[in-house]
């Protein structure tokens, strides 16, 4: 099985030129990084992202923090293209489990991503809400529990482990830190991993020797001292 490469990205700029790469199968994007590419009405971007992607699969985050709302925004969201799937939190930011929202999207066959997931527990959880025909992307944020001094590897196991009876649920390596993430998605066998677009060049470039990268070190350490003129 390969795993799949989404874009964790809002530039739209970018998403057309990423759009075009083979390696890229999908897209994931959030509130956050709306915010920051400059994004001012959240549905508008969104459409204008959806018309650059329309054979690829894009997730779309609700920001809503209690279920009525939640709803109302994850329905909306879910009729703006067929390759939609709506991102919604595993949590509100009160830590209510949101099981009865992702039960009740569920249950109206609409695609869902349970995002800032962090366990296999909470893996087990989501499983018990779901159906076995609509598709849902758990993604489980393995760079974050590293920034935080936790080992993301064992619970992206067990959390593979107990999607296996489910043909529907695809394990998503969210929060990448390094290009070596996606050759350990891989190995893991997870199904999907959200890379950067700087992340996604280098992996493009995945192949160099120790040697050569050894001389493209000392290149650059030497270009650079003789452009600031250094002296002993």
């Not at 527990?121 to 159906?131: E, G, H």
């Amino acid at each position: 099985m390969k795993t799949k490469i989404f874009c964790d990205i809002a530039e739209i700029d970018l998403i057309k030129k990423f759009y075009k790469k083979k390696i890229v199968k999908g897209f994931t994007t959030n509130p956050s990084l709306m915010r920051k590419a400059g994004a001012k009405n959240y549905e508008f971007y969104s459409k204008k992202i959806l018309q650059i992607c329309k054979n690829k699969p894009v997730s779309l985050e609700v920001f809503a923090d209690e279920y009525a709302e939640m709803k109302k925004q994850a329905i909306k969201i879910n009729k703006w293209a067929k390759n939609v799937f709506v991102k919604v939190p595993i949590s509100n930011s009160k830590g209510k489990f949101m099981g009865k929202i992702i039960r009740d999207l569920n249950d109206q066959d609409i695609k869902l991503n349970i995002t800032a997931v962090y366990s296999a527990q909470q893996t087990k959880k989501i499983l018990k809400s779901i159906n076995k025909k609509t598709k849902v992307i758990i993604s489980i944020f393995a760079g974050r529990a590293g920034d935080s001094g936790k080992d993301p590897i064992p619970e992206l196991k067990k959390s593979l482990s107990l999607a296996k009876k489910f043909q529907n649920v695809e394990i998503l390596w969210a929060s990448v830190r390094e290009p070596y993430n996606y050759l350990q998605a891989k190995q893991l066998g997870c199904h999907i991993i959200t890379v950067p677009p700087l992340i996604i060049e280098k992996i493009e470039k995945f192949g160099k020797t120790f040697e050569e990268l050894t001389k493209e070190t000392v290149k650059a350490f030497l270009v650079d001292s003789k452009k600031s003129k250094f002296k002993i």
